[in-house]
């Protein structure tokens, strides 16, 4: 194959062996996320101390795009300020795997490399909103979220 | 290669018909195009009948008394002709131009279901249903207060149809809405038995023939249904044109399903009237120029012969069927006889998601359908997210069929499996 990769030993790797996988039992942060045309269909679950995120892990069901960038996107926000991660761009993710090239070349399939982080930033603008009723905090998550891909 | 039979067009001389076939795609790579249930290509012949009526023809119809007007819609009644012909089909006021099977079925969930359909009734469909022959049911059923019910399929992929006759004996059935042929699997419903059933106790039966028409020979006076919808994208045709055929008695007594021109006899301030059959059901400037090249689309279907096509995708799915048994690690749906399928074969390839298997053979310029083949209640019942589905045509060549199963090592290499 030539043409930029996708399918490189890191992204199947992760795809084989997805990290951060499972569930969280009443986690403070459950977003559930699908995309309708490839049957890509992901959980995410977040615990959120001390404004930071303490723990994270998904679960469902994906291509190996979708699973490398869940599985990168888990370890790049544990840990991280919820600040920080209201900040995360999709650049970020896409070039930890070497995938930036999608966004020009394949629009199908960005949806896949970009539909764990819409349902991180869906579910933190709803933590602050719904949950903590901090309109002010949750910023315009949601709008970057729905305008992701 | 496989021989077509006489006086007809032998398999290189159907390829050297459709243009698109010469392309090359991604690394300089043969088409290979195997994703014929979505949509098939298109020959010349329909290609050209394009060109030429915008050329020479293109008028409204129905209307004024000019010479383009009068060529367009003599040309355009033509078609209708031309498939109750094709489909054996008595009266052609019973044929109706509408924008696909889609629209075909929402056309008769709203002007005939609103109508017929009441609470406590019960419309029948199938676990192997497209989208469309679902979600106007669910809307209809959800509306009226009506229930819907499906007959689940077996471990072949085939229709369960004892739980038919237990809905029927509830006496509160008012629709069978089914598909001849599942988009999915393939499997050839045993429609006769099913429209039989229902006969007996004076249920309606709407058949979705989106995959059957096109692959097969269909004689609709001989069927006794009572709707058949199918597109003419799906065989050879235009985008942009299916056919609702119903019985007569039904029509005359259905209400319309949109208001406007073409459709009215008489229009007054307060109350009209409504135009004969056809065009009662068909309001507005209908897609003139794709109904009319749809006719070159059936006259090369009638040239090749539908028993021709049925049999080249028999010969086929058994010379896949038969490779691919013998690829490890693969998983395949649906009937494994040939003899019981259309050329339909859906399958998955070890536990790769089947986005990746797509993307990875669509560098070798093999184009397959991944996903859940707007048949997401038939996913749920097989318990995968999605399948891949390669789905063959008239043009479709044995090569190809090896070159789809070549590209799936490329899949292995590359997960290393
Ligand atoms: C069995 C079946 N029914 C209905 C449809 C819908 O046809 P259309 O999109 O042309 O309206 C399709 C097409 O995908 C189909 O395969």
Request: proline share 3%.
């Amino acid at each position: 194959m030539s043409g930029d990769p996708i399918y490189t030993e890191m992204i199947i790797e992760y795809s084989r062996n997805p990290s951060n996988y499972g569930k969280i039992e009443d986690a403070h942060i459950k977003r559930h996320d699908s995309n309708p045309l490839c049957g890509d269909s992901i959980d995410l679950y977040l615990n959120i101390d001390d404004k930071k995120i303490s723990d994270v892990k998904f679960d469902g069901k994906g291509c190996a795009i979708c699973m490398a960038c869940s599985s990168v996107l888990t370890e790049m926000i544990k840990g991280k300020s919820l600040e920080d991660v209201k900040k995360f761009e999709k650049d970020e993710l896409l070039s930890e795997l070497g995938l930036e090239h999608l966004i020009k070349t394949s629009p199908v399939r960005i949806k896949c490399a970009l539909l764990s982080l819409k349902a991180l930033k869906f579910g933190i603008y709803s933590y602050f909103a719904d949950k903590m009723n901090d309109i002010e905090s949750a910023g315009n998550l949601k709008e970057e979220a729905a305008n992701l891909y | 290669m496989i021989k077509i039979q006489a006086n007809t067009y032998s398999l290189e001389e159907i390829r050297s018909h459709f243009p698109v076939l010469n392309r090359r795609v991604r690394d300089d790579k043969r088409l290979v195009y195997l994703d014929n249930a979505a949509t098939t290509q298109k020959p010349n012949q329909v290609i050209d009948a394009i060109t030429d009526y915008y050329q020479n023809h293109n008028s409204n119809i129905h209307r004024a008394v000019h010479a383009l007007a009068e060529e367009s819609t003599e040309a355009f009644e033509a078609t209708r002709d031309k498939i109750a012909k094709f489909l054996n089909i008595q009266n052609r006021e019973e044929i109706i131009f509408v924008r696909g099977t889609t629209e075909a079925i929402n056309l008769v969930a709203y002007s005939w279901g609103r109508d017929n359909v009441q609470k406590g009734d019960i419309v029948v469909t199938t676990e192997y249903e497209h989208h469309s022959n679902i979600v106007p049911w669910q809307v209809l059923t959800q509306e009226t207060g009506a229930e819907l019910k499906y007959i689940n399929i077996d471990d072949n992929g085939e229709l369960m149809l004892e739980q038919l006759d237990e809905y029927l004996a509830t006496g509160k059935v008012k629709l069978v809405a089914i598909s001849h042929v599942s988009n999915v699997l393939g499997t050839i419903t045993d429609i006769h038995n099913v429209i039989k059933k229902c006969k007996n106790v004076g249920v309606k039966v709407l058949v979705d023939g989106a995959q059957a028409v096109p692959h097969m020979k269909v004689d609709i006076d001989n069927l006794d249904c009572d709707f058949y919808a199918f597109s003419a994208h799906k065989m050879l045709g235009p985008t942009g044109v299916g056919i609702l055929w119903a019985r007569k008695d039904i029509l005359e007594n259905m209400k319309p399903f949109q208001g406007g021109g073409d459709m009215i006899r008489e229009v007054h301030k307060y109350e009209t009237t409504w135009n004969d059959l056809p065009y009662k059901f068909e309001a507005g400037t209908p897609n003139v120029a794709d109904v009319i090249c749809f006719a070159a689309a059936i006259d090369y279907l009638a040239k090749i012969g539908m028993d021709n096509v049925r049999n080249h995708e028999i010969e086929l799915t058994k010379y896949a069927l038969e490779k691919m048994s013998k690829v490890k690690g693969l998983t395949i749906y649906g009937p494994k006889d040939p003899q019981k399928a259309s050329g339909v074969i859906s399958f998955n390839f070890n536990d790769v998601h089947p986005h990746d298997v797509a993307t990875i053979i669509d560098k070798n310029g093999v184009a397959i359908r991944s996903g859940h083949h707007c048949a997401q209640v038939l996913m749920e019942k097989l318990n995968v997210a999605a399948t891949n589905r390669a789905s063959f045509y008239i043009y479709t060549t044995k090569e190809e069929v090896d070159t789809l199963i070549d590209s799936l090592e490329q899949v292995a290499k590359v997960f290393k499996l």
